[in-house]
């Protein structure tokens, strides 16, 4: 009999129920990946994690782009090509943008806005801005000079409708500009007469809009814009 009874407790055990634990649960969490167009994230799409793990994730621009920024819950982290999210404990999101690797920027005589030198070299208060918004935002300019004419608007926007080129400079006014005929970043430079300056976009090319506003935007906060307009003496 004692032998019976001991093989019964070694089946049973000894909780007192003979019930099994309750299971032990991991709460996960969701980062939601996406990515523009020219380029990808990867993985992409609603990523499970368990809470606690890291977990990796690659950007990668298509041929002839570059990574123009990436957000992580909305706030940038600049131009990464990885990032990892550590010990996860909640929701995220992580999105990327991509920009042409070379842009091409139209210009002509205007000192001291845009000039071309003896050594046919691009030079002038919009040239500096426009390669420093290039550096600050991940892509090449190439410029193009056109001897200055009455007529220079004019061939701006032929040279848009052509794809010769994607933006313009050269100090544009852009209150002379009729409705319709190009896009124009915010203003970067008002006159004594309160005229203002802006860059002439390609119409229809939110994009590169976009990312001349954010340059200009970031020049302006930064203490090369007064050492560009000391400089030229504007």
């Known amino acids: 009999m004692s032998l019976i009874f001991i093989l019964i407790i070694a089946l049973t055990g000894c909780n007192g129920g003979g019930g099994t634990a309750p299971p032990i649960t991991t709460n996960t969490y969701t980062i939601t990946a996406?990515?523009?167009?020219?380029?990808?994230?990867?993985?992409?799409?609603?990523?499970?994690?368990?809470?606690?793990?890291?977990?990796?994730?690659?950007?990668?621009?298509?041929?002839?782009?570059?990574?123009?920024?990436?957000l992580v819950d909305g706030s940038s982290v600049g131009a990464v090509s990885s990032y990892t999210f550590t010990n996860v404990s909640q929701d995220h999101?992580?999105?990327?943008?991509?920009?042409?690797?070379?842009?091409?920027?139209?210009?002509?005589?205007?000192?001291?806005?845009?000039?071309?030198?003896?050594?046919?070299?691009?030079?002038?208060?919009?040239?500096?801005?426009?390669?420093w918004i290039a550096k600050e935002?991940?892509?090449?300019?190439?410029?193009?000079?056109?001897?200055?004419?009455?007529?220079?608007?004019?061939?701006?926007?032929?040279?848009?409708?052509?794809g010769a080129a994607d933006f313009a400079v050269s100090g544009l006014r852009i209150t002379e500009w009729s409705e319709g005929e190009v896009?124009?970043?915010i203003p970067y430079w008002q006159t004594d007469q309160g005229e203002t300056y802006g860059y002439a976009v390609t119409k229809g090319d939110e994009e590169l809009n976009n990312i001349l506003n954010e340059g200009l935007r970031r020049l302006m906060d930064s203490a090369k814009w007064d050492e560009f307009v000391a400089k030229w003496e504007l």
């Not at 690659?58 to 123009?68: E, L, N, V």
């Not at 139209?106 to 390669?131: A, E, K, R």
């Open 34 to 70: 996406s990515d523009g167009s020219h380029g990808s994230i990867g993985p992409s799409g609603n990523v499970t994690v368990n809470q606690g793990s890291d977990k990796s994730f690659t950007i990668t621009p298509d041929t002839d782009y570059s990574i123009a920024d990436v």
């Open 137 to 162: 935002m991940g892509f090449e300019v190439e410029h193009s000079y056109v001897p200055w004419v009455n007529g220079y608007r004019a061939i701006i926007v032929t040279s848009f409708a052509a």
């Open 93 to 131: 999101t992580i999105s990327a943008t991509f920009i042409s690797k070379v842009y091409r920027c139209m210009y002509t005589d205007y000192p001291p806005f845009t000039y071309i030198d003896n050594n046919d070299n691009p030079l002038g208060f919009d040239i500096d801005c426009v390669n």
């Open 183 to 185: 896009d124009f970043t």
